[in-house]
């Protein structure tokens, strides 16, 4: 590659660093900059440097793995370099964790499993609030009514839930009007 091309700056990209320990920097590239060029051209920047040994990528998850010289000033030069070709360090979520995402996945995997083990007869959109009626019902049954034991907050929570849930109104519909 020529210097030509690793000195052509790109419009920043959104870096966030996952882990930071000697000699070792792991880095997650924003869902928009994960493309295989970009990905190429830092990954050879990096391993121009000297005090770089080996960089790693993965372009599906945007991870960068920069393994460097464990010495005083290394990860310096190491974050300058990135800075150089218009990487900027922030917080890199865009709209969930990565936590949520994959308790996401998860929860439509098994909705998935038990729509395929039922035949499509059922799913977790009908278990879940099936199991809450099911312990509402046996509340019920054992405690009784309990009107005068039910909190102010609850019930104001319920008026809230229904209304907005009959009225199909849904917030990201009112997001994209006003957007």
């Given at each position: ?51 770089v040994s080996q960089v ?114 849904s917030y990201t519909e ?6």
């Amino acid at each position: 590659m020529d210097q030509a091309t690793l000195k052509t700056p790109f419009k920043p990209i959104s870096t966030k660093i996952v882990s930071n320990t000697p000699g070792r920097l792991r880095l997650r590239i924003a869902l928009s900059d994960r493309q295989s060029r970009k990905m190429q051209i830092i990954t050879s920047v990096l391993k121009a440097q000297p005090n770089v040994s080996q960089v790693s990528t993965n372009i599906q998850h945007g991870s960068i793995l920069i393994s460097h010289s464990a010495k005083e000033g290394s990860l310096e030069n190491v974050l300058a370099t990135l800075h150089d070709i218009g990487m900027i360090f922030a917080d890199i979520t865009e709209g969930s964790t990565e936590a949520a995402a994959d308790l996401s996945s998860a929860v439509v995997d098994l909705n998935k499993r038990v729509e395929l083990a039922t035949d499509g007869a059922v799913d977790l959109r009908f278990l879940f609030p099936l199991g809450l009626s099911t312990l509402a019902v046996r509340q019920l049954l054992i405690q009784g009514l309990q009107l005068e034991a039910i909190p102010w907050y609850v019930l104001a929570w319920y008026a809230f839930d229904s209304f907005i849930k009959l009225h199909g109104t849904s917030y990201t519909e009112t997001s994209d009007e006003s957007g």
